[in-house]
T-cell receptor, first 121, second 111 residues
Framework: EAQVTQNPRYLITVTGKKLTVTCSQN?????MSWYRQDPGLGLRQIYY???????DKGDVPEGYKVSRKEKRNFPLILESPSPNQTSLYFC????????????????????FGAGSRLTVL | EDQVTQSPEALRLQEGESSSLNCSYT??????LFWYRQDPGKGPEFLFT???AGEEKEKERLKATLTKKESFLHITAPKPEDSATYLC????????????FGAGTQVVVTP
């Protein structure tokens, strides 16, 4: 089944304890992205990757790191988590960068993972 | 600053009571306006992409339209299974990778 898989789905941690949220897709997609979702603020983009070894900041990158060493994986790293990073996180992928492909191709459809709920105490 | 604003924040409908959701955007160089549906505890699921003013797309009881400044998602004769949060997002030509989401409209349809 074509999907984006995130782990862990739920995590409670303490301030300063490094953690990694993994994201893997089995669709050979070039583009992957991380979002956080907070009540009243909607989905905000953290980082995105156009392809292997190519990453760029979204709107809220502070306190996060990413890497894209393989096409299928795009982990989100919180080096020193703080309570303001308590949120619901989503990973998503699409065959190519949103808007780059023909309007009549399926390339602009973002496939999201099921989400990772992170609580930092 | 690029911005996508959705209204209303929440909408409660009786089954069969049609209504519309609004998505206004100030995204410079808009390259696609997207609608997604999100059920509780799940990731968003794609509904529509609109590229140019005047474009319309339909899927079952949902119809999305686009003008130069806003998009509407019309829900015709909704059913309880249409209850969800509906998100819109704008992609820009400034950065192919960036996508600006609105905060969403939570729709509840009661029998």
């Amino acid at each position: 089944e074509a999907q984006v898989t995130q782990n862990p789905r739920y995590l409670i941690t303490v301030t300063g304890k490094k953690l990694t949220v993994t994201c893997s897709q089995n669709m050979n997609h070039e583009y992957m992205s991380w979002y956080r979702q907070d009540p009243g603020l909607g989905l905000r983009q953290i980082y995105y990757s156009m392809n292997v070894e190519v990453t760029d900041k979204g709107d809220v990158p502070e306190g996060y790191k990413v890497s894209r060493k393989e096409k299928r994986n795009f982990p989100l790293i919180l080096e020193s988590p703080s309570p303001n990073q308590t949120s619901l996180y989503f990973c998503a992928s699409t065959p190519s960068a949103v808007g780059a492909a023909s309007p009549y191709s399926g390339a602009n459809v973002l496939t999201f993972g099921a989400g990772s709920r992170l609580t930092v105490l | 600053e690029d911005q996508v604003t959705q209204s209303p924040e929440a909408l409660r409908l009786q089954e069969g009571e049609s209504s519309s959701l609004n998505c206004s955007y100030t995204v410079s160089g808009l390259r696609g306006l997207f609608w997604y549906r999100q059920d509780p505890g799940k990731g968003p699921e794609f509904l529509f992409t609109l590229y140019s003013a005047g474009e319309e797309k339909e899927k079952e009881r949902l119809k999305a339209t686009l003008t130069k400044k806003e998009s509407f998602l019309h829900i015709t004769a909704p059913k309880p299974e249409d209850s969800a949060t509906y998100l819109c997002a704008g992609g820009t030509t400034d950065s192919w990778g960036k996508l600006q989401f609105g905060a969403g409209t939570q729709v509840v349809v009661t029998p």
